[in-house]
């Protein structure tokens, strides 16, 4: 089972930026998709944005515009870019990955916190 591990979230200013990574222990090449989902406190886990293998993009309405998701085959990593952010895009960023086998795997999840 693939291993997944966040880095990169931290407090930041409104209308700051940070960038998320998400490692993965073995190989993304063969995923159907990773995501980035968040979960705020006293709310439901949300998705943020997806990637396919081929690296088609989804995005949540409210992150469109600001937010960029990325990944690199080569360092079995991805990535998540969040510009311009807002108080509400505070919680706990958690990747995830769907392997073409059937297989998912979560991460432990890293906290973003946007407040002056």
């Known amino acids: 089972q693939v291993q997944l591990v966040e880095s990169g979230g931290g407090l930041v200013q409104p209308g700051g930026s940070l960038r998320l990574s998400c490692a993965a222990s073995?190989?993304?090449?063969?995923?159907?998709?990773m995501a980035w989902h968040r979960q705020a406190l006293g709310k439901h886990r949300e998705l943020v944005a997806l990637?396919?293998?081929?690296?088609?993009?989804h995005y949540a309405d409210s992150v469109k515009g600001r937010f960029t998701i990325s990944k690199d085959n080569a360092k079995n990593t991805m990535y998540l870019q969040m510009n311009s952010l807002k108080s509400e895009d505070t919680a706990v960023y958690y990747c995830?990955?769907?392997?073409?086998?059937?297989?998912?795997?979560w991460g432990q999840g890293t906290q973003v916190t946007v407040s002056s």
């Open positions: 990637i396919t293998g081929g690296g088609g993009t």
């Open positions: 995830y990955i769907l392997l073409n086998g059937g297989s998912s795997s």
């Open positions: 073995g190989s993304i090449a063969s995923m159907y998709g």
